[in-house]
């Protein structure tokens, strides 16, 4: 015995395998992704910037951890307030970090800024995305102004954290190249 043709019913068994099939590679191409972006989020030769707090805290915490910068160079330590000098009259400590991926203009920058009395460390960093000239205060003291208007430019942030090692970080970014 032979059974009909049912070509509605062919039709409608096509499309719901055509379908199935499309959602499993939505489902699979959205879980890569997420996948991917995770992987970006933890890999340590980059910073994805989403809200300056956390992106300052990732790359302090990079920094901090192995006491080498991205760039594979020794940190630097700021000098500890010498003996007979008080707080209240040491140079102002600032974290210098190089995102124009030009070490020329970080070494330039780091001298103007020792040239007017402050202390610097400076080292490089990455990004994956570009990356504003910043002068973000860590401690009341109000050195912002005065170092954005050394540099002559970069947006002050005040973000205080009064267990930070720095007075001031200075974000050197892409809007800085000549």
């Known amino acids: 015995m032979k059974l009909p043709f049912n070509k509605k019913l062919y039709f409608k068994l096509v499309l719901l395998i055509t379908g199935s099939f499309l959602i499993l590679d939505l489902a699979f191409i959205m879980a890569f992704n997420m996948f991917m972006e995770s992987r970006a ?3 340590s030769s980059g910073v994805i910037l989403t809200d300056v707090q956390q992106d300052e805290d990732t790359r302090k915490e990079d920094t901090e951890e192995t006491g080498v910068d991205r760039t594979g160079e020794q940190k630097e330590e700021p000098d500890k307030v010498p003996e ?3 707080e209240g009259n040491r140079k102002i400590r600032i974290e210098l970090i190089n995102y124009t991926g030009v070490e020329d203009i970080g ?3 780091r001298a103007t800024l020792e040239a007017n009395n402050y202390q ?3 080292s490089n960093g990455k990004s994956n995305q570009p990356v504003k000239t910043s002068v973000i205060e860590r401690r009341d003291i109000g ?3 005065d170092i954005q208007q050394l540099l002559g430019m970069g947006e002050i942030i005040k973000a205080f954290d009064e267990g930070s ?3 001031v970080r200075v974000e050197i970014g892409h809007d800085y190249l000549p």
Request: avoid cysteine.
């Open 143 to 145: 050195a912002g102004l």
């Open 84 to 86: 007979g000098q008080s």
């Open 107 to 109: 070494r330039q920058v």
């Open 41 to 43: 989020a933890d890999d």
């Open 165 to 167: 090692e720095f007075d």
């Open 120 to 122: 610097v460390v400076l």
